[in-house]
C-alpha cells in the first residue's frame, strides 16, 4: 500500500495481524552483517551468492538461536522470531507504513485489516521462547511502554500478573496497536477501512496470532492442535462467516460491517458465539497509546 513502485497495481488489501514496524538501515546492515560473518563471507551480495541456500538458512539459524546482540535494542524482544523485516531504505520503502498511511499513502486503497485478541499467546508455546520471569516482565514493560514509563500498563491493567501483563504488552505492541494505528492512520487520510478481531478462544493458543488462519482458508485439516478433529460446530460455523467477508470485501469492498470511524470504532467481533458488530474492545490498550505512535523504524542501538 504504501510502496511507490506498487502503486496502481491492486485496490483492495486484506491484512491480518500486520506487524508495520519496519528496520532502519543500520540495523538491516547489522543483522546482514553478523549472518555474513557466521558465513565465513563479507556481507555483499556477491559473496552471500557464493554461498549455497543451506550454508545460508544454518548461518541466519546460528544468529537468531544466539544471544541477540545489544544493537538490537527494544527489538530483541521479538528479534528471536524473525530477523527480516522490511527496510526503509528510502527508495522501496520512503517511509515506515503506518507514517506513509498518515500522510495518504494508500488512500485509494480499500482496507480491511485487524488482529487476534490473544496475539502474544501463540509465541508463549514455540520452542525458544524465553521464560516469562518478573525480571523479563519489568524489561519489557521499560523498553516498550508508550514515553518509557512501564507504570502505565500497571496502572491501566492493576489486575493482573506479571506473566498477563507481559503478553498484553508484547500483543499490543507487536500487532494490536500497529493495527489499529494503521485503521486510524488511513481512515484518517480518507481511505475506506474495515476493522475486526478474533476472540475465539477455544483453542490452546486462545486468540493467538495465526488462530484465524484456518478459520479464513478452512484448513482446519492442516490446524488439529488447535481445532481438533473434527472441529467444533461453532468454529465451522465462525469459518463459514469469515469467509463469507473476506470473499464479499474482495469482489466489492463491503465484507457486510460499518466502515471505520474514530467516532464509534466499529469493529467485527469473531466471537465463542458467532460473530458481530460493536466498539473496538482493547480500550485500555487504545488509550495507552494515542499520544504514542510506534511507527518509526527499529534503530540500530548504540548503548547496551
Known amino acids: 500500500m504504501t510502496m511507490p513502485a506498487a502503486r496502481g497495481l491492486f485496490t483492495r488489501v486484506i491484512a491480518q495481524s500486520p506487524t508495520p514496524r519496519p ?16 558465513a565465513g563471507a563479507e556481507p555483499t551480495a556477491a559473496a552471500l ?21 545489544h544493537w538490537w535494542g527494544e527489538g530483541r524482544h521479538f528479534a528471536w522470531m524473525s530477523l527480516f523485516q522490511p527496510v526503509v531504505d528510502g527508495e522501496v520503502l520512503p517511509q515506515s507504513p503506518c507514517a506513509a498511511l498518515a500522510d495518504g499513502a494508500g488512500r485509494e486503497i480499500d482496507l480491511l485489516v485487524g488482529h487476534t485478541r490473544d496475539e502474544w499467546r501463540t ?34 491493567y492493576p489486575h493482573v500478573d506479571d506473566r498477563q501483563l507481559h503478553e498484553i504488552v508484547l500483543s499490543d505492541r507487536l500487532t494490536r496497536i500497529p493495527t489499529v ?32 488462519i484456518a478459520l479464513v482458508f478452512g484448513t482446519f485439516a492442516a490446524s488439529t492442535q488447535f481445532y481438533g478433529d473434527p472441529p467444533a460446530a461453532e468454529a465451522w460455523a465462525l469459518a463459514s462467516d469469515i469467509q463469507a467477508s473476506w470473499i464479499a470485501f474482495a469482489r466489492n469492498g463491503d465484507p457486510g460491517w460499518p466502515v471505520y470511524d474514530e467516532g464509534s470504532r466499529p469493529t467485527r467481533l469473531y466471537d465463542n458465539d458467532g460473530a458481530h458488530t460493536g466498539p473496538y474492545p482493547e480500550t485500555r490498550s487504545l488509550l495507552l497509546w494515542q499520544h504514542h505512535l510506534p511507527c518509526a523504524p527499529l534503530p540500530f542501538a548504540t548503548e547496551p
Open 181 to 212: 494505528h494503521a485503521a486510524q492512520a488511513h481512515t484518517a487520510a480518507g481511505g475506506r477501512t474495515h476493522l475486526y478481531e478474533l476472540r475465539y478462544d477455544r483453542t490452546p493458543i486462545a486468540a493467538g496470532h495465526n488462530g484465524d
Open 23 to 38: 528496520f532502519s538501515p543500520e540495523l538491516a546492515d547489522a543483522v546482514s552483517a553478523a549472518i555474513a560473518e557466521t
Open 123 to 156: 509465541f508463549l508455546h514455540v520452542p525458544g521462547t524465553p521464560p516469562v520471569t518478573p525480571d523479563l516482565t519489568e524489561r519489557v514493560l521499560r523498553d516498550l511502554s508508550p514515553g518509557g514509563d512501564p507504570e502505565r500498563y500497571r496502572r491501566a
Open 49 to 69: 551468492a557464493q554461498r549455497t541456500p543451506r550454508q545460508l538458512v544454518e548461518a541466519t539459524s546460528a544468529v537468531q538461536s544466539a544471544p541477540l546482540a
